[in-house]
């Protein structure tokens, strides 16, 4: 039996001060943008962005419905480039969804 006020892991803290804080999704989110930027074909640069990922799923924000077809033509390259990058995602399938400023940076407030 434990003590209940006695020493810790320090590993169960961290983890558990990074979740509280939310730095850890913070993280995970910085390191997809970064991966998606990596492995994003030509025409999705500057005109998507990746969004979270659900149940090993990526939803990737883009600026206009022809993006939405041409993922179809990239699909398969693109999810084996995130798993070599991002094997912790577990990203099986990507949904595009058509956002207007999609691929925009956006505005920091001053």
């Given at each position: 039996m434990q003590?209940?006020?006695?020493?810790?892991?320090?590993g169960g803290?961290?983890?558990?001060?990074l979740?509280?804080?939310?730095y850890?999704?913070?993280?995970?989110?910085?390191?997809l943008?970064a991966?998606?930027?990596?492995?994003?074909?030509?025409?999705f640069r500057?005109?998507?962005?990746a969004g979270?990922?659900r149940r090993?799923?990526?939803?990737?924000?883009v600026?206009?419905?022809?993006?939405?077809?041409?993922m179809?033509?990239?699909k398969r390259?693109?999810?084996?480039?995130?798993?070599?990058?991002v094997?912790?995602?577990?990203?099986t399938?990507?949904?595009?969804?058509?956002?207007?400023?999609a691929?925009?940076p956006?505005?920091?407030?001053?």
């Open positions: 003590n209940p006020g006695g020493p810790r892991a320090i803290l961290v983890n558990r001060l979740a509280r804080t939310g850890d999704q913070t993280a995970s989110v910085d390191a943008a991966a998606w930027e990596q492995v994003a074909p030509p025409a500057g005109a998507s962005q979270l990922v090993g799923v990526l939803d990737v924000l600026s206009h419905s022809a993006l939405v077809q041409e179809g033509f990239h390259e693109i999810l084996a480039r995130l798993a070599e990058i094997p912790a995602e577990g990203i399938d990507i949904r595009c969804r058509v956002l207007a400023d691929g925009r956006t505005r920091s407030s001053s």
